[in-house]
């Protein structure tokens, strides 16, 4: 298997992300990156850290709007869950980058949780500005 189908898999099978779900403006330009990146896992990862910095970018704005409208308690309620996600976040994604059975693809098994992750994340807090008055 090719290393872009790897990632792509891991992608898929680590966080329960169907790809046709991904296939919007940001995972069209992944994509195309990591077809560019010919299997090759440096340029792979750096597919990846871009694609993650985007995700990033969305969860940190998702979190702050959340943040600016909530109530003290709604807030500290918010602070807590965050910090908690981001915990067990860091925690897995050092856990599956130091896998040593994995060897060199244990870094692009750790970006793939990552990845997926910090999209899901990002994804709730969106739909939570969405409906919150």
């Keep these: 298997m090719d290393g872009v189908r790897y990632f792509l898999a891991c992608t898929t ?3 329960g992300i ?3 779900q991904a296939q919007d403006a940001g995972a069209q330009r992944f994509d195309a ?3 560019a990146a010919g299997g090759v896992s440096s340029e792979m990862l750096n597919c990846g850290k871009q694609e993650i910095d985007q995700w990033d970018t969305r969860l940190n704005a998702a979190y702050r709007t959340l943040s600016e409208h909530a109530r003290a308690d709604e807030k500290t309620k918010l602070r807590n869950e965050q910090r908690a996600w981001l915990k067990h976040h860091l925690q897995e994604t050092h856990r599956l980058a130091a896998d040593p059975n994995n060897g060199s693809v244990a870094f692009l098994d750790s970006q793939a949780f990552e990845l997926g992750d910090i999209k899901n994340r990002t994804l709730e807090l969106e739909r ?3 409906i919150s008055p």
């Design 13 to 15: 099978i680590l966080v």
């Design 18 to 20: 169907p790809l046709a």
């Design 33 to 35: 990156c990591m077809n």
């Design 128 to 130: 939570r500005v969405k």
